[in-house]
Nanobody
Framework: QVQLVESGGGLVQAGGSLRLSCAASGRSFSSNAMGWFRQAPGKEREFVGTISWSGGTTDYTDSVKGRFTISRDNAKNTVYLQMNSLKSEDTAVYYC?????????????????WGQGTQVTVSS
């Protein structure tokens, strides 16, 4: 059974940092792009960041550029999201996803596997 399990969420003050992890099991995703998305209450799920299969290419939504960094460890089948300088508007449930392609993509419908999400709450 393929699973993506996020961890590392929690409550943090504005300006603080969190590091999210996404551990995959059931199959290797070393050939797949991976992504992070988030969904705030009452809003649609939105793209946060993506990383290519090799880690050589990353892309971010404009609102997190310079603050968030996505990385991966294919040997551990794990992807990370380092979040710095957090703002109240970053509050959301964060989801990890594995794409059905190798190259980084922002398109939600190109992600075939999803985790259950982890809550990130930033207090102002």
């Amino acid at each position: 059974q393929v699973q993506l399990v996020e961890s590392g969420g929690g409550l943090v003050q504005a300006g603080g940092s969190l590091r999210l992890s996404c551990a995959a099991s059931g199959r290797s995703f070393s050939s797949n792009a991976m992504g992070w998305f988030r969904q705030a209450p009452g809003k649609e799920r939105e793209f946060v960041g993506t990383i290519s299969w090799s880690g050589g290419t990353t892309d971010y939504t404009d609102s997190v550029k310079g603050r968030f960094t996505i990385s991966r460890d294919n040997a551990k089948n794990t992807v990370y999201l380092q979040m710095n300088s957090l703002k109240s508007e970053d509050t959301a449930v964060y989801y990890c996803a594995a794409a059905s392609r190798s190259w980084a993509t922002q398109r939600l419908n190109e992600y075939a596997y999803w985790g259950q999400g982890t809550q990130v709450t930033v207090s102002s």
